[in-house]
């Protein structure tokens, strides 16, 4: 397992990476639209930008949230199921969030193959193919993001054990 330990933590890091590039692009981009509209020179492209890279963060931080388990997990049902339920709850778990990312992926490919060339409105220079390509992307990752954690999840379906839940680490942490 040390190779998906490996492929996990590079996924994490280029994830985590991405998020903070997009969050910090997003703050400068819309703080200086907003200072420049009040100087009476706006920008008409930085909203449509902005949603972009909004969107964008959303869709890596979706696969960020399902590496870091933090997704749809149900643990509190798997853990309260019967013992020969709780493998089963959580491959088929995956296999309806899987599935429904490869969907997603693959009608986001459709999508960025039908719409590729249209420009921007406001930056005509810019492809939909490009802004639109985070969703079969980031689906993408999602599912490798399921995949790697489901080792894990299927450990403790078969302890029984309450599967770790992120959420509630963070707020134990805080005490």
């Known amino acids: 397992m040390p190779f998906v330990r490996l492929v996990r933590r590079v996924l994490e890091v280029a994830l985590v990476s991405t998020g903070i590039v997009l969050l910090f692009a997003i703050a400068v981009l819309v703080a200086t639209g907003v200072v420049l509209r009040k100087l009476g020179a706006p920008i008409g492209w930085y909203d449509e930008v ?7 963060l959303t869709w890596y931080g979706a696969a960020l949230a399902a590496l870091e388990r933090a997704h749809l997990g149900m643990p509190d049902l798997v853990a309260l199921a019967p013992a020969g339920w709780r493998v089963g709850l959580v491959l088929l778990r995956a296999l309806l969030v899987c599935g429904a990312m490869a969907a997603i992926a693959w009608f986001g490919w459709q999508i960025v193959a039908i719409l590729g ?10 492809t939909v193919g490009l802004t639109q390509s985070a969703i079969p992307i980031a689906a993408s990752l999602f ?6 954690t489901l080792p894990d999840r299927l450990a403790e379906a078969r302890q029984g054990a309450a599967a770790r839940d992120p959420e509630r680490a963070l707020l134990e942490g805080a005490r």
């Open 117 to 126: 060339d249209e420009k921007l409105v406001t930056v005509p220079w810019l």
């Open 143 to 148: 599912v490798l993001a399921e995949l790697l």
């Open 50 to 56: 902005a949603g972009v890279l909004l969107a964008w």
